[in-house]
DNA sequence: AATGAAATTGGCGATAC
DNA sequence: GTATCGCCAATTTCATT
């Protein structure tokens, strides 16, 4: 099958240490699992946690970014607080003649303000859609504009009662 | 500017969310916006950009993450880089006189290091759980983990093509 | 609550070990 | 890779409005 979205952000072929370009080390690993809990430690503060120099921490941070091993620093903003308390899943199921047209579909989901992650699976559904929607009315109005894509087959939408992102480790 | 990401099909209400304290203005949801994007954007920045002072811009950041609105700020690392490259979503079913004791199966998947997200649904399933392992036979002790669990009445997995987080506005 | 000025701290390049 | 120095930028406190 296709890939709908070609970007750097693709998963890797990858051995079986798992590794891109060079492997980590222990201390790339514990710098990542600090920066995974708090994206904001202070570089002082990374370099004393896990016992290296802040010039050296500095730079081994950069490297990091620099080889896509860190894709970004984002704020976790609680979807209830700003007016999005309805969360769901929405399992989408594309026609069977649309399997070229994925880009196409991908777009339109990543513009709607409602989704906050796109799954791109295998098996009988071709996409799982988390959404925070502002009530029943909204998610009605998100799940009938999928529905009246050309491409989609169907939907199923399951609402979810919580959400647990559990940052452990790397 | 305001707005970091404007979009057309902007599903949320203007106003409050009565979840939680007071209503957020125009300023906060352009700094939540411009932190979901970029989580060190430091606070000069921050504060140029959505047209305050530096140290108003800072007692209102201070005031989201003390309200809740801001839950924290998390590095995103790429899973394939550290030898995790085979991500997976697997739906749950317990058995139904396991209904008493879901806090326990909660705090069993939040344990397992392969496990990224925890949607806790309604509908057929009970759990969806997004993970992310080294390979095959690392999916395949997880699931059987998994099924293994007296209150587990049943999994179906499906293979994780792509992900994307779309971080895009508040 | 918002601001500007002042004091503290951290980022980060250069240098040397 | 690490340690020291030094400059500049950023954070943060505080008095004022």
Chains 1, 2 share one sequence.
Do not use: W
Request: charged share 25%; with cysteine.
């Amino acid at each position: 099958m296709v890939r709908p979205d070609p970007s750097p952000n693709d998963l890797r072929p990858t051995g079986a240490s798992g590794a891109t370009g060079r492997a980590l080390d222990e201390i790339d690993r514990a710098l990542l699992g600090h920066l995974v809990a708090d994206a904001r430690t202070t570089n002082a503060a990374l370099a004393e946690k896990v016992g290296i120099a802040a010039s050296t921490c500095l730079a081994r941070v950069r490297a990091l970014r620099e080889r896509g091993v860190i894709r970004g620093f984002h704020a976790d903003v609680d979807p209830a607080a700003v007016g999005l308390p309805l969360q769901a899943m929405i399992s989408v199921r594309l026609q069977s003649d649309a399997r070229d047209r994925l880009g196409e579909f991908t777009a339109l989901v990543r513009r709607l303000p409602a989704v906050r992650d796109v799954y791109f699976v295998a098996g009988a559904d071709d996409y799982l859609l988390h959404v925070a929607t502002a009530g029943t009315g909204a998610l009605r109005d998100l799940v009938a504009t999928l529905n009246n894509h050309r491409d989609v087959a169907g939907t199923v939408t399951s609402l979810i009662f919580d959400h647990v992102r559990t940052a452990h480790g790397v």
